[in-house]
């Protein structure tokens, strides 16, 4: 069986509490920004890269201690793929977007609108822990530029 791993983010600003951005993809759900790892690159790096080709936002700070791994089966024409996705916790002041031609729409929502707006529930958990983590730790101030 085929398998695909990827490294996406969960990005928040505060306005003053955390917003979270989701994207709307153009097969109808929504989810967090993510992508496929590219040779030569760390969870990371891609995670980042991602980030600024989906969204244009290029300057975020990743918050220390959360990385949450989901693995999850789908069909592609057909084809059953064992998908890996690492996601990353990460903090931002641009509110502007400028989304990628993957997407037809995002919105900046808070906690509880946020998991309603969510498709996946294994996307709504990672929401959940990323949320509970934010109430413990404070982003780690190093600016991931």
């Given at each position: 069986?085929?398998?695909?791993?990827?490294?996406?983010?969960?990005?928040?600003?505060?306005?003053?509490?955390?917003?979270?951005?989701?994207?709307?993809?153009?097969?109808?759900?929504?989810?967090?920004?993510?992508?496929?790892?590219?040779?030569?690159?760390?969870?990371?790096?891609?995670?980042?890269?991602?980030?600024?080709?989906?969204?244009?936002?290029?300057?975020?700070?990743?918050?220390?201690?959360?990385?949450?791994?989901?693995?999850y089966f789908f069909r592609h024409k057909g084809i059953g793929i064992?998908?890996?996705?690492?996601?990353?916790?990460?903090?931002?002041?641009?509110?502007?977007?400028?989304?990628?031609?993957?997407?037809?729409?995002?919105?900046?929502?808070?906690?509880?609108?946020?998991?309603?707006?969510?498709?996946?529930?294994?996307?709504?958990?990672?929401?959940?822990?990323?949320?509970?983590?934010?109430?413990?730790?404070?982003?780690?101030?190093?600016?991931?530029?």
């Open positions: 069986m085929p398998r695909e791993i990827s490294a996406g983010v969960i990005l928040f600003r505060r306005a003053p509490e955390p917003h979270y951005v989701l994207l709307h993809y153009g097969s109808g759900h929504w989810d967090f920004p993510k992508g496929h790892i590219e040779t030569g690159e760390d969870a990371q790096q891609t995670a980042k890269r991602e980030l600024k080709e989906e969204t244009g936002i290029s300057e975020a700070c990743f918050v220390d201690g959360y990385k949450q791994t989901l693995r064992f998908k890996t996705v690492i996601y990353f916790l990460a903090e931002t002041d641009q509110s502007e977007i400028s989304l990628s031609h993957e997407h037809i729409g995002f919105d900046w929502l808070p906690y509880d609108l946020a998991m309603a707006r969510l498709t996946f529930k294994n996307s709504r958990d990672l929401l959940v822990k990323a949320h509970e983590h934010l109430q413990t730790v404070q982003p780690s101030g190093q600016d991931d530029r």
